[in-house]
């Protein structure tokens, strides 16, 4: 397989404090990958600094998509080459609306008007695999949306706008465990409807039950201290990560 995304040497600061100490990470097209690690071991810092948010500050290393350096990118041009990041806390935003939002983020994404009936056609076949109302549609994004909603949202979005490479953090986080299994069966049908590569991040392991998972990677303290495959999130589930703190 090619690679679709190659980590080298990534060191991350944030408020001039280094938490990313040269990270290195190659994810294959078609790949799931899992980032465990207990709290404050840097696996948000990861995502963000991948996904290019400027607060997150690169001072080593270098970041590769698709062959192309995006290191110094900004975070729309990485979205419109193909990567997606959810949120563990999805912002509300008054004023646009859910379907709206997603279709101006697939227009910008692909570069062509998307006709509104075959949108809506498309959307609806989505929101039926997550069990969401198709009321939530025409509602402000996340505005007055419950901590499990807002998830769907977002796993919506994933369906929708088709990326290269998903970033998911702590998308099961504060979940309950029927909404655990509504995200996850949305994460399932990108896995098996696209070409596209996963990211996930998460200190549970609730939302891989239905996963097909290829490599594992265990962060703490900014450093990967073990890399496995999907053998590594049931060692973890019996053992937790004491043995990875020493």
Not at 31 to 49: F, I, R, Y
């Amino acid at each position: 397989m090619a690679d679709l995304l190659k980590v080298k040497d990534l060191a991350v600061n944030v408020e001039d404090k280094e938490i990313l100490h040269k990270i290195s990470l190659t994810v294959n097209k078609g790949e799931t990958h899992v980032l465990m690690g207990p709290n404050g071991a840097g696996k948000s810092t990861l995502g963000n600094a991948l996904m290019g948010n400027p607060q997150y500050e690169i001072t080593g290393g270098n970041i590769l998509f698709n062959g192309q350096d995006i290191t110094n990118d900004s975070t729309d041009k990485r979205a419109k080459l193909g990567m997606f990041l959810s949120f563990q806390n999805p912002l509300e935003v008054p004023g646009i609306t859910l379907g709206n939002f997603i279709r101006s983020a697939l227009q910008q994404r692909t570069g062509q008007h998307i006709r509104l009936w075959d949108f809506k056609k498309e959307m609806r076949k989505a929101m039926e695999i997550l069990n969401m109302d198709p009321s939530y549609a025409d509602r402000d994004l996340n505005v007055g949306f419950s901590g499990g909603e807002k998830k769907k949202a977002e796993i919506l979005q994933l369906l929708m706008l088709k990326p290269s490479l998903a970033i998911l953090d702590e998308t099961d986080s504060g979940l309950d465990v029927d909404a655990v299994r509504t995200v996850s069966k949305g994460v399932e049908e990108y896995q098996k409807s696209m070409d596209g590569a996963l990211i996930i991040i998460t200190h549970s392991t609730r939302i891989l039950e239905s996963l097909k998972v290829d490599h594992t990677h265990v962060l703490v303290n900014g450093n990967i201290k073990a890399e496995g495959d999907a053998s590594l999130v049931d060692k973890i589930n019996n053992e937790g990560f004491e043995e990875f703190l020493k």
